[in-house]
Structure formats: structure tokens, C-alpha cells
């Protein structure tokens, strides 16, 4: 059957979730001895879809470490030669293969330039493993399907970890422990998905919007169905896709909005409203009653991202099968790749 | 006529670029002033817009002042309350129109928080301007189209005097002088965007990719053809493009691609032979012969984006007018945006 592979992999996730969530001792340890007890600021490593896990943890670094973090611009070490100070800098790179030259290069030239670098990576005896000072091993299996599924929300998990040792995190141990029985709850009830897939069957484009901590989720949302699908699916922020591009909103356009009770809420259901009002078709990914694709209820903000993703996750994959197309072998996608 | 005001704004572009590079002493001691002597690093906060302009500020800023450089998590700060220390740290807050309130409170946040602050805006008086510590105004006169034009260009080009004060900029003072001149030659020759417009008459969607410095062009040119001709055109980094998105790409996928000779150029001709051997319909922006828009033989790789920026100006003016849409009032789009 088409996608078996992804499929598989995503009923992986609450077990591979929970062994992290248990290694939450060790990993803080590790996190903290390695980083600057004076932290400057971080740096994050990422390409491809762990971009959108690094986005996650973009905004939980900085909200927790209370220290400016930024997403490298890999382009200034490997081409450029850029010559910058990274001292009292913790760099995470992620990749998860370990073996993206670019990803392993490029926090080479950090370490060097005095960063504490840390490797987040599925393959604990993967080159950027052995390079970087310190590794967070996923341990998530081989990943066969093109598609990355388990890896990703494994890394999100991994970042979320990192805040955990980085200061106080938005989410409580508990509450991570909790965190596979959602994820469960979410794979076990695939039917959501398949109806807004039914709905989507003719779509060619697709808006997912998020906003703050939820903003991750819908850059992998977008990522994993325009994957998959061949729809031209892209992700915003509410206020980038506000700023602009909600030019293109006619009648009739899909959209996907990504919402939790949180500080962003207010500002989700202000752009939710205003794309209604232009006629958008717009289905929501909360724990709303009248989500289309629907989060647990009790899930904090901090954690809706991973429960998000494995609900586009199944979207896609719902979205490919209908749609006559293999998402475990799209056509032109690599599953290693050299950059 | 449509695109009118657009078409008059383009046009303002050489003088208005003269005008700043004429203060290169003066915004350069500005920003010298201001900025910390022992620098931890940079942060850009922009949306937008403005956004694809920050992206060129985050690479040069980088590069020249051996710091890293972050793009800003507004919401981290309006919505969520986060409380990050930004001691020694610069930050370069971008608004056009200076009344931005998201742009304006992250600013004032950042500087409460330690930060040096410097606003780039149109308006020398606007309450960003006021907010401040110092200001690189633009001057580049009132914008009534909504399709920024002179106001990018000019934010590229204070973004270049930002890097001249913080270090060795890669490029001359005489070239910046130059640029105007450069600017001006483009804008002589629309031909080139015509002859492409009408290639891509039927096109729904569209690939921009650049590389390094030129990233930012790339982000820009998608911007711009999608607000003014609704086409679904997404901006890429190469190495980002390669990492997944390729798989959209089919035979006929219409592909710009920016390139100029510098340290990115051999990895940008990899990936144009792979998107031709793919089948897309690849044009090229660059000063090579076969270019589709050509680049003025020259123009160093630092100031090429934003001569590559004009170009995609008058391919999104050609693309909307061929298409019977007038860019000065793209409907849903609006100038003043509130986030």
C-alpha cells in the first residue's frame, strides 16, 4: 500500500517520544554541562525539515535561556569563510542523518570559533556526532520513508529537552510525560484527516499559518504536504502572512490555521476571522470543537506543536494516497542530501 | 495607465540610492556611535516586506562584523512577555513606514533590555524614528504604490552603510558610488522583463532561488511577483531548494534563478544544470550572457541583490500588467499593516 513506510514510522512516534521524555535527567545534565554558564546567545544549526524543528526551538531557546538565538546562515561559513565570534555561544546543530556536509561544517566553524556545540541527530555515531562536543541521539530507528515523520517530531522533542536544561520550560515534566498518550490519541483517530483530505482532493495550493510557539508547526505542515502532495503548500506567521501575501486569499482558498490557548490566541482568531471574511476555506488544527483536525484538549501551547505536526502528518499522507501518489518514494526528493 | 505609480517609483530609485550613499560618512559615524565596542552580536527585527531586506543586512552584518547575527521573534516579545538580555547587543529594526506597532514595542523592548537601537525607516519623525536610539532614515520619499520598490532598495542599501560601520564591507566605497549608475542602466533596458512576462504568461506558480548574499534577492523577487500578480512564487536558498522542495519541480516548472560571480556562484550553477537536467524552465538573473534579466557586467556580488531587486520589480510590473492587474492597488493588500 502507498505510504506504508510513513504510516509505520508515524505509529512509531508515542513510543519514541516516550524514551526521550524518560532520558530527561541525562539530557539536562548533558545540556548544562556543556553550555556557557555565562551564555552569550544560541545559535541553530538546521536545514530542509529540520529547519521547522529548529524553528521550534528558536522560540523556546530564546524564551527560556533568555539569550538572543538565531537560525545560521550556513551559506557565511561554508562559501564565505565568515570569520565570527561564537564564544559564549551554545550551537545546535540538527541533522538527522549527521551526515548533511554543510550542517557538519558548518558547526566545525563554530566550535572553532569558540561555540559550545551540540548535536542533535538520529545516528548517534554519525559524523556530526563524533564532531560536535556534545550529541542528543534521537534514537528513533532508521527512517525509510522519504517523508520524515519520526525524526522530526523526536526533534522537536530533543529542543524541547535543551529548554528544559536552559532555564525554566513553558511545559511541565508531567506534562511531557503526557506527551506521547497524545500523540497516541492522535494516530488512533485518523479519521479528521481523511475528511479534510476528501475536501482537499482538487486543491493545488494550500496557506498554513501559525503564530508564536505554533509557527513551527505550520512551516512543517506546509513542508510535509507540498512533499508528498505536489501541492503548492507554504507556511506563514500570522503577522508575516498578514503583512502581504493575504493578497492572494480569494474565495475559496485552503487554508490550514494552527491554534492553542496561549498568548497567541487572540491574534490567531483575529486572522482566522479576517480570512472568513475573504472567503478563505479555512480549517483549524485545534482543540477546538469545530477543528477540522483536532489537538487534545489539556495539551499546554509549548507542546501543541509536536501533536500538530503528527496531525499534518497524517494529512499528507491522507492527501497522497487520495491523490494516487507514493509518499514513501516522491519522485526528485533525496533522502540524503549534500548542500 | 496600470502599475503607473509603481513604474514612478522604480524610477526614483537611482536618485534616491545616490542620496544615501552621499551620507556614507555620516551614517556611518551614526552607527559607530551607537553601537557597542565590544559587540555580542546583531538582531533584525522586520516583517514583511521588509523582511527579505533584513535577510541582506543578516548576511552582510554577519560576515562584516564577525558577530552573529539573529532575525527577531516579534511575537517572542509582544505576545509572550519573553524577557531576554540584549546587553552589547545591536538591534536594526525595519519599518517603512516607522508605524509598525509590532516592529515599534519589539524594539522598545530589546532596548529596555540592553540593546543599541537603531530604526531604518522612510520617516525620520515616525514614533519608530522617535523610539530609537539613532536613525538611518531613508528619505526616499512618500511610497503610494503598494508594491514596495524604492523603499527596499534604499533599506538594502542603508543595511550596506550599517556593515560599512561595523567593519570591511565587500564592497568599495567607489562601487557603492557606482550603484546608482548601475540601477539606472537596468531601469533603461526593460525589454529583458518584458520578453520573460510573456514566457510566462500562463505560469500559476514560480521558483525563485538564490544563494548566499543573493538569498535575499530571491526572497524579494517571490515577494513581489506574488503581490502583484498572484502567482504562488516562492523564494528559495539553493541549498534549502535542494534539501526537499525540488521534488516539486517538473518539466516546464518556471525557475528564476540570481547569480553573480562571487563564492556562491559554483553552487548555484550545480543546482541550475539540476533543474534544467529536471526539465524547469530556468531564467537566469546575472550578468551572463544568456541571462534571462541581465546584471550589469561588474557589480560586486554584495551589491548585486539590489540591482537583482530592480529587475524583479519590472517582472512583477511587466507580469501584472500582461495579466490586466494594476500593482498600485493590488486588491486585499493593504500599505499600513497593524501586527
Chains 1, 2 share one sequence.
Do not use: C
Amino acid at each position: 500500500m502507498a505510504g506504508e513506510r510513513m504510516a509505520a514510522e508515524m505509529a512509531e512516534q508515542p513510543d519514541r517520544l516516550a524514551a526521550l521524555v524518560a532520558r530527561w535527567d541525562g539530557a539536562v545534565a548533558q545540556v548544562r554541562a556543556l553550555a556557557w554558564p555565562e551564555l552569550a546567545g544560541s545559535v541553530i544549526v538546521a536545514r530542509g525539515s529540520s529547519d521547522a524543528a529548529g524553528a521550534y526551538g528558536r522560540y523556546l531557546l530564546e524564551l527560556v535561556s533568555r539569550r538572543p538565538v538565531s537560525m545560521a546562515a550556513p551559506s557565511l561559513h561554508t562559501l564565505y569563510g565568515a570569520d565570527v565570534d561564537y564564544h559564549r555561544f551554545l550551537a545546535v546543530a540538527v541533522s538527522q542523518s549527521g551526515r548533511t556536509p554543510e550542517i557538519l561544517s558548518t558547526l566545525q566553524r563554530m566550535q572553532a570559533e569558540g561555540a559550545a556545540g551540540l548535536a542533535i541527530t538520529n545516528d548517534g555515531s554519525s559524523p556530526l556526532a563524533r564532531a560536535a562536543q556534545a550529541t542528543l541521539a534521537l534514537d528513533a530507528g532508521e527512517e525509510r520513508a522519504v517523508p520524515a515523520t519520526k525524526t522530526v517530531t523526536a526533534t522537536m522533542m530533543a529542543f524541547a529537552l535543551v529548554a528544559a536544561a536552559l532555564g525554566t520550560a513553558p511545559f511541565t515534566r508531567e506534562q511531557a510525560a503526557e506527551l506521547p498518550a497524545w500523540v497516541a490519541a492522535a494516530l488512533a483517530d485518523p479519521e479528521p484527516a481523511e475528511v479534510l483530505a476528501a475536501q482537499l482532493a482538487d486543491a493545488t495550493r494550500l496557506i498554513v499559518v501559525g503564530r508564536g510557539l505554533l509557527y513551527s508547526a505550520a512551516l512543517e505542515a506546509a513542508l510535509k504536504v507540498r512533499e508528498t502532495t505536489r501541492i503548492t503548500a507554504e507556511g506563514f506567521s500570522a503577522a508575516d502572512l498578514r503583512h502581504g501575501p493575504i493578497a492572494v486569499v480569494e474565495p475559496g482558498y485552503p487554508v490550514l490555521a494552527l491554534r492553542a490557548p496561549g498568548p497567541a490566541f487572540a491574534d490567531m482568531a483575529d486572522l482566522v476571522d479576517d480570512l472568513r471574511r475573504r472567503g478563505a476555506d479555512v480549517a483549524l488544527v485545534s482543540e477546538e470543537e469545530d477543528a477540522a483536525l483536532p489537538l487534545p484538549p489539556g495539551v499546554p501551547e509549548a507542546l501543541a506543536p509536536i501533536v500538530a505536526v503528527v496531525r499534518a502528518q497524517q494529512l499528507a499522507l491522507a492527501l497522497a494516497r487520495r491523490r494516487g501518489l507514493d509518499p514513501d518514494a516522491p519522485e526528485g526528493l533525496a533522502k540524503v542530501t549534500v548542500t
